[in-house]
């Protein structure tokens, strides 16, 4: 099937009846977000892609990311406290998942670093204090947080202006 899929003149069109097996309805959306979720295939950072589903509390955002994403190695997170995201391990999934945009576009929240896994930022570097155990005196390391695909769902009308602007 998937031989048939990549061989295909119109692509999407052979993909069309395995993507209603697993989503029925939503014919455009699922569609554009199978696309934009292939950004979590390729090595590339700047390729790199943020979805955000945006809409009304239980109209299907979950069901669409989950249902999307399926095949993918997806780091599945609920929610950030405030730092968290600097620290997870993200080298081995291909996608992140954050259930529930929540407030993490608020600057207020120490986790609007958020916007800055896209492809347009090139990730981000982090530098944190750091104890040397041998001579017990405090340094900086840097640690570098690249871009990842990113999926995430919200109830929200008005979000940061710069995730708004770099989110499909």
């Not at 031989?3 to 699922?30: C, F, R, S, W, Y």
């Not at 950072?45 to 999307?68: F, Y």
């Not at 999934?93 to 576009?105: C, P, R, V």
Request: glycine share 8%; hydrophobic share 30%.
């Amino acid at each position: 099937e998937l031989q048939k899929i990549l061989n295909a003149d119109n692509q999407l069109e052979a993909l069309t009846p395995h993507l209603d097996n697993m989503l029925v309805g939503e014919e455009t959306i699922k569609k554009a977000i199978t696309v934009l979720c292939l950004s979590a295939k390729c090595k590339e950072p700047e390729k790199k892609q943020i979805i955000l589903l945006k809409g009304d509390p239980g109209g299907g955002k979950s069901n669409l990311a989950k249902h999307t994403t399926k095949g993918y190695k997806v780091k599945d997170v609920g929610r950030f406290t405030a730092h968290a995201l600097d620290y997870s391990d993200l080298e081995s999934s291909e996608i992140l998942y954050l259930k529930e945009l929540g407030n993490m576009d608020d600057e207020q929240t120490g986790v609007s670093t958020f916007k800055f896994v896209s492809s347009e930022d090139g990730g981000y570097v982090l530098e944190g204090t750091v104890k040397d155990e041998e001579t017990g005196r405090y340094t900086t390391e840097q640690r570098k947080i690249s871009p990842i695909t990113t999926i995430s769902t919200t109830n929200r009308i008005v979000l940061d202006a710069q995730l708004d602007r770099r989110a499909w």
